[in-house]
């Protein structure tokens, strides 16, 4: 397993960190633009690796600085080698109101990512549109969604938990037209 270069694309660079804080005691998991992104490309790419830790997290700082991060804005982390930077977001994982404690994992040359399913994804998103109005957010669902097996029960029931009856409906809509 090598550190951080220029070469590393997304996946790869949150597979390493994911992987070198396991060796830390640190278990993380991928969520946000991050996982959207590795799911399906769309236009809306951010450059952040929203990593959620799970459970205690103390070790972070030294996991990050042992592959040359460092700390620039409270908890980003950036490295000089790569326009992608870290964020590590206060836990639980979940999206809405629900707690997630399943998750995939993805194996590359440099560790396993522990990243969001694409359902939990596409709900991540849903959240942003349904809470905030956030239309990248239904956009990246969108693109998840359509690339991606999901599981559209559990995102209408979700959906429903989440009060959002008529932005489902929209969503749904705007899947149906793309499916095509």
Known sequence: MSGVTRDLDREQLAALVCATLDRHGVQVVL???GAAAIYA??????????????GLSRR????????GFRK????????????????????????????????AERHTAHGT???LTPTDCVM?????YFHANDE????????????????????????KRERAGEKLERFRARLRSRSK
């Open 31 to 33: 969520s946000g633009g």
């Open 41 to 54: 490309p769309n236009p809306y790419e951010s450059m952040d690796l929203d990593s959620i830790a799970i």
């Open 60 to 67: 972070v700082d030294a996991a990050m600085r042992g592959l």
């Open 72 to 103: 620039d804005r409270g908890r980003h982390w950036t490295h000089p080698d790569t326009p992608f930077w870290v964020e590590f977001p206060p836990g639980p994982v979940q999206v809405g109101d629900e707690v997630i404690r399943e998750f």
């Open 113 to 115: 990512l522990r990243i």
């Open 124 to 128: 991540d998103h849903l959240a942003w």
């Open 136 to 159: 990248q957010g239904l956009e990246q669902a969108l693109a998840v969604a359509v690339a991606n097996e999901v599981d559209l029960d559990r995102i209408e029931a979700w959906s």
